[in-house]
C-alpha cells in the first residue's frame, strides 16, 4: 500500500506502471516462498522453519542495493512506454529502497539488512527500531487500511488495483456503496466480505510474527 501510494503521489498516470511500482516496493519480501516451503518441508513445524530458514534468509538476498539493481531492471522491462522506462524503473528502484529502510527502523533491532549482499555480510540495523509485532506497526498498518479505504471513496481508485481493475473497481463500489440495478440481495453483503477479508488478512501477516492481540 505504501508502494502504491508513492507511485500515486509521482504521478504514474498507467494503472499498469503504478502496480510494477507498488509490487516492486513488495518484491523484497518475495523471499517468504523460502518460508512457506520450509514449512512445507518441516512438516507444518512453523518454528522450525523460522528458526532454520526464515532466520537466515530474510533480510539478506533480496534486501540489499544488488536486488533494487534487480528490481529497476524488471521494470524498466515492464514499463508501457519506452519514453517513461527510465523514470518507472527509478521510481521502483526508490520503492524497493524504501522497503528496505522500513524494515531497518519498523521490523526490530535484531533483525538487520544486508545492503552489501553478496558483496559484504555488514550487517545494517538501528538499536531504537520497535519490533514488527508492537503496537506502532499496528497503527501503521490500520492507518495505511483506512487510507486505502478514503482514497477509494475519494478519488475511485486503490491499492488494491494491483490485482486488477475489476477488483479495484468493485472496492470503489463497495465504499461508496454503488449499487447496479440488477444487483441481488447478495450485492448488499460486499462491504462485510471485504471488512472480514482485510481482518483474516492482518491476522494472517501478524500471528506468524509474534503479535498475541489479547496479550
Same mark, same amino acid.
Given at each position: 500500500?505504501?508502494?502504491?501510494?508513492?507511485? +500515486?503521489?509521482?504521478?504514474?498516470?498507467?494503472?499498469?506502471? $503504478?502496480?510494477?511500482?507498488?509490487?516492486?516496493?513488495?518484491?523484497?519480501?518475495?523471499?517468504?516462498?523460502?518460508?512457506?516451503?520450509?514449512?512445507?518441508?518441516?512438516?507444518?513445524?512453523?518454528?522450525?522453519?523460522? +528458526?532454520?530458514?526464515?532466520?537466515?534468509?530474510?533480510?539478506?538476498?533480496?534486501?540489499?542495493?544488488?536486488?533494487?539493481?534487480?528490481?529497476?531492471?524488471?521494470?524498466?522491462?515492464?514499463?508501457?512506454?519506452?519514453?517513461?522506462?527510465? $523514470?518507472?524503473?527509478?521510481?521502483?528502484?526508490?520503492?524497493?529502497?524504501?522497503?528496505?529502510?522500513?524494515?531497518?527502523?519498523?521490523?526490530?533491532?535484531?533483525?538487520?539488512?544486508?545492503?552489501?549482499?553478496?558483496?559484504?555480510?555488514?550487517?545494517?540495523?538501528?538499536?531504537?527500531?520497535?519490533?514488527?509485532? +508492537?503496537?506502532?506497526?499496528?497503527?501503521?498498518?490500520?492507518?495505511?487500511?483506512?487510507?486505502?479505504?478514503?482514497?477509494?471513496?475519494?478519488?475511485? $481508485?486503490?491499492?488494491? +488495483?494491483?490485482?486488477?481493475? $475489476?477488483? %479495484?473497481?468493485?472496492?470503489?463500489?463497495?465504499?461508496?456503496?454503488?449499487?447496479?440495478?440488477?444487483?441481488?440481495?447478495?450485492?448488499?453483503?460486499?462491504?462485510?466480505?471485504?471488512?472480514?477479508?482485510?481482518?483474516?488478512?492482518?491476522?494472517?501477516?501478524?500471528?506468524?510474527?509474534?503479535? %498475541?492481540?489479547?496479550?
Amino acid at each position: 500500500m505504501v508502494s502504491w501510494f508513492f507511485a +500515486e503521489a509521482a504521478g504514474v498516470a498507467t494503472p499498469r506502471d $503504478r502496480r510494477i511500482v507498488a509490487w516492486a516496493g513488495f518484491a523484497p519480501d518475495l523471499d517468504v516462498l523460502a518460508y512457506a516451503g520450509a514449512v512445507v518441508w518441516y512438516g507444518f513445524d512453523k518454528d522450525r522453519a523460522f +528458526e532454520n530458514v526464515w532466520q537466515a534468509i530474510h533480510h539478506r538476498y533480496t534486501h540489499g542495493m544488488s536486488y533494487v539493481l534487480l528490481t529497476g531492471i524488471v521494470a524498466w522491462l515492464l514499463a508501457t512506454k519506452s519514453g517513461a522506462r527510465a $523514470r518507472i524503473a527509478a521510481l521502483a528502484m526508490l520503492a524497493s529502497a524504501v522497503h528496505n529502510f522500513l524494515d531497518v527502523t519498523l521490523g526490530g533491532p535484531t533483525w538487520p539488512v544486508y545492503p552489501y549482499w553478496p558483496l559484504s555480510d555488514l550487517a545494517w540495523g538501528v538499536p531504537w527500531s520497535w519490533t514488527i509485532g +508492537e503496537w506502532p506497526n499496528v497503527v501503521v498498518l490500520f492507518g495505511c487500511l483506512g487510507a486505502m479505504l478514503l482514497y477509494a471513496k475519494r478519488v475511485g $481508485r486503490s491499492p488494491l +488495483e494491483c490485482f486488477g481493475g $475489476r477488483a %479495484d473497481a468493485w472496492l470503489v463500489g463497495v465504499v461508496r456503496q454503488q449499487r447496479a440495478a440488477e444487483a441481488s440481495a447478495a450485492t448488499g453483503r460486499l462491504r462485510w466480505i471485504i471488512w472480514i477479508v482485510l481482518a483474516l488478512v492482518v491476522l494472517a501477516v501478524l500471528a506468524p510474527l509474534g503479535f %498475541d492481540p489479547f496479550g
